[in-house]
């Protein structure tokens, strides 16, 4: 029983050491995948950037006299013509003083007056020697001081005009209005914080304002302005309709970031851009010719990004410098030569020199 038992362990062993021989000495089954010919085409020269949309004109509406503030004539929020009514201010201080002034005009003119006939009355006797020179003079310079005068009191009376006509606080510009700064029945004054009373934003045409680096702003500024265009896409990842056209461009570059300042303005009929939202800017700058593969056959690793090529029946891992994406695409500036044969499925399973199999 015992010779039994060891003939069958011995038989068993044997047949373990046969099948594990047998798949040693199978050849690897080549993974099947799908390849791309590479081949170069016309592309747009692109990149990406975020930008923020402010507005075309933004103002601050601050109180020009001291006083009450005794009404607010607009809704928060609400869009507004240039010269609607935002604020009124108290006028009866201001009137007084312009009553006061006109006052001081009258009292003025009169006086002029008054010394202008006695100066004439004087010249004429000191022409026939009736009264000594100097009184002739003494009349005249009372004259020209009165005219003086008078000049002084018209100007006070056209600044309490002004000072009066600031009660009603009227919008420079038309726009959409901001919160209200100051409550009814508080005390303005320009002198201190109070001053600030709204803001004012033109948001149509709205402007966005974003940055770029050294290269894409050479790739810009190289480019004709017909040739340069502006495409956006909302937080949502809807494409805005409205075509954008460049209407600033720094003349510095800044140490700290490498990058130009720039921005571009775009109709906004519809205030579906508000300022101080942000927006994916994407900006084509003509066109080149270059190799675009799918994204889904770009990897990377420790070392960068690749792709995965068929050569010879089998994988050959090429490093790649990519550009910008085009759809679902990605544009390959280098690494890439045409009629390379690019592999775009099964990549997880592919290893340096593995076989493959094309489908």
Do not use: H
């Not at 940055?211 to 896409?233: C, M, N, T």
């Not at 010879?312 to 994406?325: C, E, L």
């Not at 775009?344 to 489908?359: E, F, M, S, T």
Request: glycine fraction near 6%; include cysteine; charged fraction near 25%.
């Amino acid at each position: 029983m015992r010779a039994l038992i060891l003939l069958m362990v011995t038989t068993l062993f044997a047949c373990s050491q046969g099948d594990a021989r047998q798949k040693k000495d199978a050849a690897p089954q080549a993974v099947p995948v799908s390849v791309l010919e590479a081949l170069p085409r016309d592309v747009p020269v692109s990149f990406e950037a975020v930008g923020r949309a402010e507005g075309s004109r933004e103002v601050q509406v601050r109180a020009r006299v001291s006083g009450i503030l005794e009404k607010q004539a607009y809704v928060e929020g609400d869009s507004v013509q240039a010269g609607a009514v935002l604020f009124q201010i108290e006028r009866a201080p201001f009137e007084i003083e312009l009553a006061q002034a006109r006052g001081t005009l009258s009292q003025e003119l009169a006086r002029e007056d008054l010394a202008q006939k006695e100066y004439e009355r004087l010249k004429g006797l000191a022409d026939r020697r009736a009264i000594s020179q100097k009184e002739a003079d003494q009349a005249a310079s009372s004259a020209r001081q009165s005219s003086a005068a008078v000049q002084v009191a018209r100007a006070r009376v056209r600044q309490a005009e002004l000072n009066l006509s600031y009660t009603t606080v009227s919008a420079p510009i038309g726009g959409i209005t901001g919160r209200a700064q100051q409550s009814i029945g508080s005390l303005v004054s320009p002198a201190n914080e109070s001053a600030m009373l709204t803001t004012l934003t033109r948001a149509d045409p709205v402007w966005v304002r974003f940055s770029v680096s050294e290269a894409e702003f050479s790739r810009i500024r190289g480019s004709e302005p017909k040739d340069v265009a502006i495409k956006l896409e909302l937080a949502d990842g809807r494409a805005y309709p409205e075509q954008a056209k460049i209407n600033f461009a720094s003349s510095t570059v800044d140490a700290a970031t490498g990058t130009v300042q720039m921005r571009a303005e775009l109709p906004n009929p519809r205030l579906d851009l508000l300022p101080g939202q942000f927006v994916r800017v994407r900006v084509i700058a003509g066109m080149e010719r270059a190799i675009v593969v799918p994204q889904e056959a770009v990897m990377q690793n420790e070392g960068g990004r690749f792709v995965w090529l068929a050569a010879d029946g089998k994988a050959v891992q090429r490093p790649i410098r990519a550009g910008s994406w085009i759809g679902t695409d990605w544009v390959v500036l280098d690494g890439l030569k045409s009629g390379d044969k690019v592999i775009v499925d099964n990549l997880v399973r592919l290893r340096p020199g593995a076989a493959v199999a094309l489908k």
